[in-house]
């Protein structure tokens, strides 16, 4: 072989490494989040595009229950997981220890009180019937919508910090409302025989109820309960976090989820 045509091939070998070098320094880095099918994976499924412009290579990583993302993210098989409020990572990190925590807010999807009768909770008059979820932490978040509309008070400590909150920690019921615990999923059913009630928005949409039509008062967005990012408490400062949380708080993201799921799903952020 001659001289020039092998330093020609040694030059392009030489070029093509660099090029190969290049791409892998230049590689988007991976990230792993967990979530549930349904609407936020379809949610996420718009932050993976968003991501993608700033050098995060999302890996959407689905889940049909509330217990596995978190045990998953604590052992490394995620670097992210997106489907839960803080009372619930509360509760989780205080039973098994995970060193897991909040990185960034995403949605809320409101629970409201609803009736068949009235057009506003302050409508609610002496003696009035209204029916709650029966489970603790549905319980605790309605009794705090009642008492953010001025309707009860419950006594001081209670509805926060992971003491849930139920009908006996009531302080001060100005109206005497009578308070009838039901099953979350039959609460839609009781709005013919109560003068309101208080239900989560899937209970609400099942029912046909629309939430930004039907209910007479939601919580706020910036509830304990809005959904969030969580990572694991060693990764939280790190730039990767940073980019992910901005990618989902972007205005795509955003007119996504109002565009989406018509008042459903309302961002917190």
């Known amino acids: 072989m001659q001289r020039g045509t092998l330093l020609k091939l040694l030059s392009s070998a030489a070029a093509s490494a660099a090029f190969v070098i290049g791409s892998v320094a230049h590689a988007d880095q991976v990230v792993k989040v967990g979530t549930i099918a349904g609407p936020d994976e379809q949610t996420w499924a718009v932050v993976q595009k968003v ?23 604590d052992a490394g098989d995620l670097d992210a997981n997106s489907f839960q409020h803080q009372p619930y990572l509360d ?3 205080k039973q098994r220890g995970y060193k897991i925590v909040t990185a960034g807010l995403t949605y809320i999807s409101p629970i409201g009180i609803y009736s068949k009768k009235l ?9 009035a019937k209204v029916a709650i979820p029966n489970d603790p932490s549905n319980e605790n978040r309605a009794l705090l919508l009642l008492q953010a509309q001025g309707l009860v008070k419950l ?16 302080a001060d019921n100005p109206k005497k409302l009578k308070l009838v615990e039901l099953d979350a999923a039959q609460l839609p059913r009781s709005l013919g ?39 694991r408490t060693q990764d939280k400062d790190k730039q990767w976090v940073k980019k992910l949380v901005a990618a989902y708080q972007s205005p795509e993201v955003r007119a996504f989820i109002e565009t989406q799921f018509k008042g459903a799903m309302v961002p917190s952020f």
């Open 91 to 93: 509760s989780q990190v």
């Open 51 to 73: 991501a993608k412009r700033e050098g995060l290579d999302v890996k959407i990583v689905t889940f049909n229950d509330y217990v596995q993302p978190n045990a998953a993210l």
């Open 155 to 170: 006594k001081a400590g209670a509805g926060t910090n992971g003491n849930n909150a139920t009908t006996l920690d009531v």
């Open 193 to 231: 025989d109560v003068d309101a009630a208080v239900i989560n928005t899937n209970y609400a949409l099942a029912a046909g109820l629309s939430p930004t039509k039907d209910a007479i008062a939601r919580e706020d967005v910036h509830s304990p309960y809005a959904n969030l990012i969580a990572v």
């Open 119 to 127: 057009k506003s909770a302050k409508d609610l008059t002496q003696g």
